[in-house]
């Protein structure tokens, strides 16, 4: 307990018991000496002097907690700057730890490319060795059919001076004609199965060939595979490199750049800040189909906005553009000034936004670097353009959970509030934009939540409610979407929260 805390406790009860004294004695001597205040009765001046004492209790009270208490006065006099600040350093927290998760998936997704495409190099390594062993088993094949061909062809020749010989011999020896014409029939026989068998081996080493000549296309083309294997390894090698060199330097840059933009300033951390980095200062809508002179315009007039609404603030202005804010972000390549020339920040942005993708963009004016009460210096903002992308088409399911019925009404109610907590959840892990005013994802009707409270508490079993989009959501809009709640019975397997 504190030592103002014991004097309070002290001191109030006793300064009350004496105004309370003090007012009790005035009104009973007024009421009998019948004076009167501005032409009242006694009794009435009796009753306002009774009343008067009654507001001098709580203001003294209140005065005096105030003056000695510095929680007391924060809490009376800036509790809503105080949980605005809470909101924006949470608000950039998340927006930080998206930019960190956004760039280990980009290291993952190259060393994964680099990863397959050492893959696919040593698959199409093993698929030539193969190639290259099929292809000198079909050779070795080959030399061995060509062998047997030549001794076939050495039979035939054989056979046929043979039959030649016992040709010459059958006109000298008609006596053994019976025997010489069974050895020629023999030999006939054996000279056509030889015929048949050079036939056969012929055709083999006609497919031999053919399938030599296909083994010799497929190492080729598994050669050709395997350089642009090489090739495509080499190149996500690059650009994993350069990815890395281009992610250090621009971490280093915002580094150096925060660094001497903060060593510049004289205030300490106790002072008052007056805007927080990350801050929200204005947004706009711009489409892509705009010439870049329209673009450059219409970011140059986001710049004389966002001036005013920090001069609005007590930020001072720049003594060469009169403006209240200075333009740092993003960095141009190539820029090595500090700060980067507002005309190249500007014109970086508006290359982005027509050399993209997306019909429509939102480029949102942020704080950068901490502003503090106090600073004369002009705030430093950045320029951040996203495509205003379609993310949930109607009736599509944001969250859902499965709530029991038949549990005690508090408790029902309390796990469908929670369905609000996971609509919120999902619409940032979406990627969605809250609303600037309200800090809103998504906006669901008083009477629905009534509805689907009403409809569990009837049913009273195990039921599916699901979070689902009544129109086309986008990654901002001027106003929160409209989100509707519709109750289900659970499909096999139920629904997990």
Known sequence: MSFFTLVALIVLPILGGFIAWAGDIIGYRLGKSRRTLFGLRPRTTARLIAVLVGVILPLATMLVAAFGSQNVRVALFQLTQLQASRAALEEENRRLEASVESSREQKELAQAAATEAQRRVEAARQRLAAAQADLKRAEAALRSTQTQLQGVRQERERLSRLVGDLEARSKGLQQQLGQTQATLGLTQARLRQAQAEE????????????????????????????????RDLAAATDELQRKREELEGTQALVVALRNTWLAQSFLTATTEVRFEPGTELLRQFIRASQSEAQIVASLEEMVVLASRVAAAAGAGRDPDSGRAVVVFAPIPPGIAEFPPPESAVIREVARQIREARAEEYVVVVRVVFRSF??????VAIGLFARPNDLVYKPGAVLASRQIDGSKPRAEVFQRLWGLLSDLRVAA????????????????????????????LLERKQPLVVEAVAAQDVYVASDEPFLVLLRVRTPEAGGVGG
């Open 199 to 230: 036939t056969r081996l012929q055709g083999e080493v006609r497919s031999l060939q053919s399938k030599a000549q296909d083994l010799r296309v497929e190492a080729e083309m598994a050669r050709r595979e395997l350089e642009d294997a090489q």
């Open 373 to 378: 009460v106090g600073d004369d210096r002009p």
């Open 428 to 455: 940032q892990e979406a990627g969605l934009m809250r609303d600037p005013q309200t800090g809103q994802y998504g906006q669901v009707p008083a009477e629905a939540i009534l509805a689907a409270l009403d409809e």
